[in-house]
C-alpha cells in the first residue's frame, strides 16, 4: 500500500468516527428535548405518572455520555486529532456535559411535577411554567439545531434568548414569594412551582453554553462572560 493511499484511508476512517460521534451528540440532544418537553407536560396535565416516568428515565440521558465520552478519549488517543479537529472534540466533550445536566434538571421537573399532581390545581394549569417551558423549549432545540448546522449566527440569536428567560425566572419567583404571603397553606405548593422554574432557567443556561460551544468550534473563539454580539466577535 501506498503512504497516500493509507493516508486516504486513515481520513477517511477519521471522518467517519467524526461523523459518528456528531450523529452520537445529536441523538443525546433530541433525547433530552423529549425529556424536557414529557417533564413540562406531566405539570401542565398533573400527569404523576409521566412525571415519575421522566425522572426514571434519566439514566438513558447519563448512558449515552458516558459511551459519547469513552468514544472521544477513543479518538483523541488513537487519532491525536489537531486544529480544529482538537477543538470539535474539546467542544463536544462539553457539550454532552451540558446535555446531561439538563436531563438531571428534566428529572427533577418530573419528579416536582408528580408531587404537584398530589395538591391542589390551579385553574391556569400552571400557565407561568408552561410558558416558561415553551420559552426554554424552543432555545434548547434552536441550540441542538445550530449544533446540527454548526451555524454561528444561530447560536448567537440563541444564546442572548437567555436573557428573557431569565426575566420569566425572577417574575415567577416574585409571584409565587406573593402567593405564599397571601396563603401560608400554599407555601408547598409554589415553592415547587419556584423549584420547577429554577430548573427551567437552568436548562436555558446550557443551552446558552451550548450555543457558545458552537460558536468556539467554528471560529476558534471562547465568548463566554463577553457580550453575544455576532459583529463584536468579528472585530479582533
Known sequence: MEASDFTGHISRRFNRDIEDLRNSVLAMGGLVENQLSKAVSAIISGDSELGLRVANDDYMVNDLEVS?????????????????????????????TDLERIGDEAEKIGYLASQLAAMDRPSDSYVELRNLGDQ??????????????????????????????DEEYDAITRQCI?????????????????????????????????????????????VRHTQMDPELSKEE
Open 68 to 96: 459519547i465520552d469513552e468514544e472521544c478519549g477513543r479518538i483523541l488517543v488513537t487519532r491525536a486529532p489537531a486544529a480544529g479537529d482538537l477543538r470539535l472534540i474539546v467542544a463536544i466533550l462539553k457539550t454532552i
Open 136 to 165: 426554554v423549549s424552543m432555545m434548547l432545540k434552536s441550540a441542538i439545531d445550530a449544533l446540527a448546522r454548526l451555524d454561528v449566527d444561530a447560536a448567537f440569536d440563541v444564546a442572548r434568548q437567555d436573557e428573557r428567560v
Open 178 to 222: 406573593a402567593r405564599m404571603m397571601e396563603d401560608p397553606l400554599s407555601i408547598k405548593r409554589f415553592m415547587n412551582v419556584t423549584w420547577a422554574a429554577r430548573s427551567l432557567e437552568r436548562i436555558g443556561d446550557h443551552a446558552k453554553n451550548i450555543c457558545e460551544y458552537v460558536i468556539y468550534m467554528v471560529q476558534g473563539r471562547d
